[in-house]
């Protein structure tokens, strides 16, 4: 083969920047923070981090992110997720809770990858753990979180605002949570609120609760 054929051949071969360059969408966003959908791989990445595929998240709020892929900057909004076959709504997620003990919802999920008991409560703002249980779940609330008081059955409580990165029960996962972290030891269960009850459908049915992913 002739020095040109040769160069012409290997030009052919090689990847061109849009082959090479990561499908990213991002699918969910909040204050600091974006879930981003690359080439398929579905994660809540802070501002400042590098998610998959190397995406970097520079800045982030309800509006839309700032992503820096292969080195350059550019702006993103919302979008739905994408598939091969093209943009549709992925396949819902269903859950069926009976009613236990107490006339209660109890379900067994996790909260940042690690095991939780929840107890359903439609009447509180936000999920919610106490101090011991954040400090088992490895959730550093007196840096990351904003000081606040909050109401409770038994009066006036301090607590700190934060976000998980993800809460799941079942096969249901929701990224990028509020949260509440109570001082003491109320709650003695994880308060499965409204911060993750809003995100998902959800209705009960002669003492079943059924949950569905909303994507």
């Not at 101090?131 to 008081?149: C, F, N, T, W």
């Amino acid at each position: 083969m002739r020095p040109l054929e040769l160069l012409l051949a290997s030009l052919l071969l090689m990847p061109s920047a849009a082959d090479s360059a990561p499908m990213v969408q991002v699918v969910g966003l909040f204050p600091g923070a974006a879930v981003l959908n690359v080439d398929g791989q579905r994660k809540l990445v802070k501002v400042g981090q590098t998610g998959p595929g190397g995406v970097e998240v520079v800045s982030a709020d309800s509006r839309g992110a700032v992503l820096r892929v292969a080195g350059v900057e550019r702006n993103y909004s919302l979008s739905r997720e994408y598939s091969g076959a093209g943009y549709a709504a992925p396949d819902k997620t269903q859950l069926s809770v009976a009613k236990g003990s107490g006339g209660h919802y109890w379900i067994a999920g996790s909260i940042n990858g690690q095991p939780v008991q929840f107890l359903v409560d439609t009447g509180a703002t936000s999920v919610a753990i106490n101090e011991h249980q954040a400090k088992r779940l490895g959730i550093d609330y007196r840096v990351s979180g904003q000081p606040m008081m909050v109401n409770t059955a038994s009066g006036t409580a301090k607590a700190w605002r934060v976000h998980l990165n993800s809460v799941k029960v079942g096969a249901i996962d929701v990224l990028g949570v509020e949260a509440v972290v109570l001082e003491g030891g109320a709650p003695t269960e994880a308060l499965l609120g409204m911060s993750f009850l809003g995100r998902v459908s959800w209705r009960e049915e002669q003492g079943v609760l059924r949950l569905e992913s909303k994507i």
